[in-house]
């Protein structure tokens, strides 16, 4: 018994020794990426004398391309605790519980991200993330920000702007891109959280200032198997917020955002409906194709905002922006600019053509955004509402019967297609939606886009509506890994025999 406890004891004793060690190896490795230091996370990338974090991926464990690194000549390997590097490696290994989270701890050493001293904002939510960043970009600009947006369709400030192939950059890179930001002049930065971006410790390192939720709907199950996983992934930009954030801005009339305004008290809740309490309370004075008049309450003062945007999800979108604007210091005067806000590339943006033809182009790829932005339509003033539609492939597969069904409730023509199929077969990824399209009063199949734009604007009578949905702003469409040249806007002028304005 009391060999047995000194044995213990002797066990722990080397276990705290081991810890102490890689506590200071870390602390070594952090000292030294601060003074330029470089990290990998792709083996092919490593240079000699660099480090490389093993991270578990999603689809591979970095773990085994440690051997490749080594042979590039990383002098730091940073893995997951009971790492055993070959034998006769030179190299120093820093064991850590999460290599994901130790990325964004070193690139914030490496680009000294806390020491900008900018104000962060994070977006989350399934829908509006984009259309509440641009909002947010133009009111805080006309209050004396200079902004730095990084999303869905381009990451940009004052003078420069780039295209972007995800909605949140990987971990390192995002440092960087804030780094050239703070280098620009940029004072805030206002960014697009997806819950990959959450659930893979990208945004690992940066301190955000502010969280707007905007909605939980169903999408990416893919990738989080169960909605409450998918919501828990999104929690985190909230929960994990530092001490000193100024504010959480939560859209209360969604069930998740009532759940996850209960973890945070202190939070900025809004929505339209008086039933859920909102602290930001919006009054839809009327919603038409002229665009929102809409009165909103808060902290004991009122003010009324005339946007020309269109739809009542919008102006649940205008009250997430107000929220956050107003979080970081924008009097409610000074939110009025939203008056001069047009709309978003790619988001119920109007194709204007000769023939006089009522088309929008919509970035709606889910469920719950095809029946906003139909259900939109729907009540305006058209005879009949055609809707192009498709879902992307190697994504939520459980979505698609669910979108055909949004479709199928608003659309008077439902023209199902392909959006970008990516690695799936397109035949297969329509036959996933068919099943939502029974009972449809028309419905056109075409798997090609074009093809199918072009069935649609031949069915349009004068007063109908169209509304291709899907991509949006997007220039490409993906198939088998490679993205070809293809934008709805530029497919409908074609279409029309007219050269493309705008
Ligand atoms: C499926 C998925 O989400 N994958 C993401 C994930 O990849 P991963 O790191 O797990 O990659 P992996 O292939 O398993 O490799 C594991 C590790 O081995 C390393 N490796 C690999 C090969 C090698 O030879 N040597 C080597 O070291 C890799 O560099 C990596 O570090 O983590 C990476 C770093 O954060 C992401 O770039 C990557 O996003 C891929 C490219 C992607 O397409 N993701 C999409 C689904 C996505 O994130 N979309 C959202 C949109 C959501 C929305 O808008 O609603 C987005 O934010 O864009
Ligand atoms: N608040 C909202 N609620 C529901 N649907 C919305 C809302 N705002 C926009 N939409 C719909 O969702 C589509 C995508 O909007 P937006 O690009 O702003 O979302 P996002 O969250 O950035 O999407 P992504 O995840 O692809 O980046 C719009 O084209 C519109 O159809
Ligand atoms: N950020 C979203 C974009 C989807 C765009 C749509 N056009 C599609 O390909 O499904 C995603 O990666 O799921
Ligand atoms: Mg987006």
Redesign the pocket.
């Known amino acids: 018994m009391e060999e047995r406890r000194a044995g213990g004891f002797l066990v722990d004793a080397r276990r705290r020794a081991e810890l102490k060690y890689m506590k200071d190896m870390w602390t070594k490795l952090v000292r030294a990426v601060a003074k330029g230091l470089m990290v990998r996370s792709d083996s092919r990338q490593v240079k000699p004398g660099e480090a490389f974090v093993a991270v578990p991926g999603v689809g591979v464990d970095g773990a085994q391309y440690i051997p490749a690194a080594l042979e590039q000549g990383a002098e730091w390997i940073v893995a997951v605790p009971g790492t055993v590097l070959p034998e006769g490696a030179q190299a120093t290994l820093v064991e850590h519980e999460n290599p994901r989270a130790a990325l964004g701890s070193l690139a914030a050493a490496y680009f000294k991200t806390a020491e900008h001293g900018m104000h962060m904002v994070g977006v989350t ?8 960043t641009y909002m947010l970009e133009h009111v805080l600009s006309a209050n004396s920000h200079r902004v730095g947006v990084i ?2 369709v381009n990451c940009r400030w004052p003078g420069f702007s780039v295209d972007s192939s995800m ?1 949140t950059p990987d971990c390192w890179k995002l440092h960087e891109i804030i780094a050239n930001m703070a280098e620009a002049g940029v004072d805030t930065v206002v960014m ?1 959280v ?1 819950s990959h971006a959450l659930d893979q410790d990208r945004v690992a390192g940066i301190a955000f200032d502010v969280a707007v939720l ?2 939980v709907t169903q999408d990416h199950l893919d990738y989080h198997k169960t909605m409450d996983a998918y919501f828990e992934a999104k929690a985190r930009l909230f929960t994990e917020l530092p001490r000193q954030a100024k504010a959480c801005v939560i859209n209360v009339d969604d069930s998740y955002g009532r759940r996850l305004a209960e973890r945070c008290p202190e939070s900025v809740t809004y929505g339209l409906e008086a039933a859920h309490q909102p602290s930001m309370m919006g009054q839809m004075q009327s919603c038409t194709s002229c665009g929102i008049h809409l009165r909103v309450e808060h902290g004991g003062q009122s003010w009324e905002i005339d946007s020309p945007l269109i739809g009542l ?2 102006a ?2 205008l009250l997430a922006a107000q929220g956050a604007a107003l979080a970081l210091g924008v009097k409610p005067r000074g939110l009025k600019t939203l008056e001069d806000f047009h709309g ?1 590339p790619g ?2 943006q109007r194709v204007p053509n000769e023939k006089g033809l009522h088309v929008f182009v ?5 469920p ?3 029946e ?2 139909l259900s939109c339509v729907r009540d305006l003033d058209f005879a009949r509402v055609l809707a192009v539609f498709g879902c992307g492939g190697n994504r939520d597969r459980a979505k698609r019967p669910l979108m055909g069904e949004a479709v199928c409730r608003y659309a008077d023509v439902a023209v199902l297609t392909s959006d970008n199929p990516r690695f799936e077969d397109p035949e297969a990824i329509m036959a996933d939606a068919r099943p939502g399209l029974t009972g449809c009063v028309q419905v056109i199949e075409k798997v090609d886009r074009r093809e199918a734009i072009a069935a649609a604007l031949g069915a349009m009578l004068p007063d109908d509506v169209l509304v291709i ?1 899907g991509k ?1 702003h997007e220039n490409y469409q993906e198939v088998k890994g490679e993205r070809h040249h293809f934008n709805d806007f530029e497919v409908v002028k074609e279409i029309l025999g007219e050269a493309v304005t705008c």
């Open positions: 939510g399934t829908n509006g993330k984009t259309t509440i999303g869905t909605t697009e997806s905007t909605n999800y919008n649940a979108n978003v988001r119920l919509d970035y709606a790829h889910t719950d955004a095809l906003n932005v949905a949006g």
